[in-house]
T-cell receptor, first 114, second 111 residues
Framework: DGGITQSPKYLFRKEGQNVTLSCEQN?????MYWYRQDPGQGLRLIYY???????QKGDIAEGYSVSREKKESFPLTVTSAQKNPTAFYLC?????????????FGPGTRLTVL | QKEVEQNSGPLSVPEGAIASLNCTYS??????FFWYRQYSGKSPELIMS????GDKEDGRFTAQLNKASQYVSLLIRDSQPSDSATYLC???????????FGTGTRLQVTL
């Protein structure tokens, strides 16, 4: 059963804690992305990775970190430096060529800071 | 000026009617364009991709792209209550294929 999985579905964090959100795909996609969605706003890009062991900052990378040690996995750590981490976090992977490609999303993780 | 502009709605259409969703974008370097449907509390689902000027039809959905006017639209024919959702427009730019999302248009299909 191919797809993108994210865990956990809901996550609660105390202020000052680091938390790691999991994103796994078995689609053999090279590129993976992390977005954040706040109520009433569009998705904003946090980090992306086009290949294993390489990743780039997106538009709102401050307070976040990622790793890409395996093609299948692209975990996102929300650090205590992230001022307002409560949001819906979405992981995506990309299929296709440089000119013609599509991104598909996992089910998301909803993070709440208590 | 926002990079991707969409009317937030709600856009209310009766069942069976055509829903027309519009999107303008500012980055002339955008090459590919995507429409995602997002139900409340769920992740976005890709419903249409369009890469060149003109129309692209897929079932009840038609995407229209005019790069000169920096405008992309989505038509939904024979609208159904299950089409009630927020529709996100997302132009793509650069070699990393980054997407820039609008805030979405909420569509309500009424019985």
């Amino acid at each position: 059963d191919g797809g993108i999985t994210q865990s956990p579905k809901y996550l609660f964090r105390k202020e000052g804690q680091n938390v790691t959100l999991s994103c796994e795909q078995n689609l053999n996609h090279d590129a993976m992305y992390w977005y954040r969605q706040d109520p009433g706003q569009g998705l904003r890009l946090i980090y992306y990775s086009q290949i294993v062991n390489d990743f780039q900052k997106g538009d709102i990378a401050e307070g976040y970190s990622v790793s890409r040690e395996k093609k299948e996995s692209f975990p996102l750590t929300v650090t205590s430096a992230q001022k307002n981490p409560t949001a819906f976090y979405l992981c995506a992977s990309r299929v296709g060529t440089a000119s013609y490609n599509e991104q598909f999303f996992g089910p998301g993780t909803r993070l709440t800071v208590l | 000026q926002k990079e991707v502009e969409q009317n937030s709605g709600p856009l209310s259409v009766p069942e069976g009617a055509i829903a027309s969703l519009n999107c303008t974008y500012s980055d002339r370097g955008s090459q590919s364009f995507f429409w995602y449907r997002q139900y409340s509390g769920k992740s976005p689902e890709l419903i249409m991709s369009i890469y060149s000027n003109g129309d692209k039809e897929d079932g009840r959905f038609t995407a229209q792209l005019n790069k000169a006017s920096q405008y992309v639209s989505l038509l939904i024919r024979d609208s159904q209550p299950s089409d009630s959702a927020t529709y996100l427009c997302a132009p793509q730019t650069g070699t990393a294929s980054k997407l820039t999302f609008g805030t979405g248009t909420r569509l309500q299909v009424t019985l």
